[in-house]
T-cell receptor, first 115, second 119 residues
Framework: NAGVMQNPRHLVRRRGQEARLRCSPMKGHSHVYWYRQLPEEGLKFMVYLQKENIIDESGMPKERFSAEFPKEGPSILRIQQVVRGDSAAYFC?????????????FGPGTRLTVL | AQKVTQAQTEISVVEKEDVTLDCVYETRDTTYYLFWYKQPPSGELVFLIRRNSFDEQNEISGRYSWNFQKSTSSFNFTITASQVVDSAVYFCALSESSLGVLRAGKSTFGDGTTLTVKP
């Protein structure tokens, strides 16, 4: 059973471009979480999605950031018109649709560098 | 609101020393989970332990041990006989419950403690 997959692992963008980060959850998992880790800081929650629904986006910046988790395919975190301050590691985690808790399984992260 | 405080930003020890990483948390939930993760220089997150709020038993796994004290809202992590390979950033995290049921929820992370173990 493959773990959470994220691609690309490294992404370089110039200011003003768009960045698309993909997360494929573990098989059978229907909950996805996105976190951002700025340099020298801990992970900060961004958004929690279930298939086709955004459950909690309280950590998402109001502008330029969006996330989706379609019925088919990976979850996408999209950053429009990137700025240097968006440079960070973006981690995705997934968990199964169980009533009882199961831990979040983290992917390896995507390191975004904005030039 | 939830908060996790790791007061030690950096710790440096010599190999074979014991070291304790502190974690203090704040939450209004009565049901929650606490975690420790290791982030080595390669950058991935390595899960170390999960503890739910109902279980205050301390746990030992090899050279690692965890002390959960609900009365002081602390979940400290001790590495015994540290090794150079233990050098990493260690994160403590708190996961909220949903409707009082222990189910997956977003996690709040501390800012991490950078541990350097010198040979």
């Amino acid at each position: 059973n493959a773990g959470v997959m994220q691609n690309p692992r490294h992404l370089v963008r110039r200011r003003g471009q768009e960045a698309r980060l993909r997360c494929s959850p573990m098989k059978g998992h229907s909950h996805v979480y996105w976190y951002r880790q700025l340099p020298e800081e801990g992970l900060k929650f961004m958004v929690y999605l279930q298939k086709e629904n955004i459950i909690d986006e309280s950590g998402m910046p109001k502008e330029r950031f969006s996330a989706e988790f379609p019925k088919e395919g990976p979850s996408i975190l999209r950053i429009q018109q990137v700025v240097r301050g968006d440079s960070a590691a973006y981690f995705c985690a997934s968990s199964p649709p169980s009533v009882s808790y199961n831990e979040q399984f983290f992917g390896p992260g995507t390191r975004l560098t904005v030039l | 609101a939830q908060k996790v405080t790791q007061a030690q930003t950096e710790i440096s020890v010599v190999e074979k020393e014991d070291v304790t990483l502190d974690c203090v948390y704040e939450t209004r939930d009565t049901t929650y989970y606490l975690f420790w993760y290791k982030q080595p220089p390669s950058g991935e997150l390595v899960f170390l332990i999960r503890r739910n709020s109902f279980d205050e038993q301390n746990e030992i796994s090899g050279r690692y041990s965890w002390n959960f004290q609900k009365s002081t809202s602390s979940f400290n992590f001790t590495i015994t006989a540290s090794q150079v390979v233990d050098s990493a950033v260690y994160f403590c995290a708190l996961s909220e419950s949903s409707l009082g049921v222990l189910r997956a929820g977003k996690s709040t992370f501390g800012d991490g403690t950078t541990l350097t173990v010198k040979p």
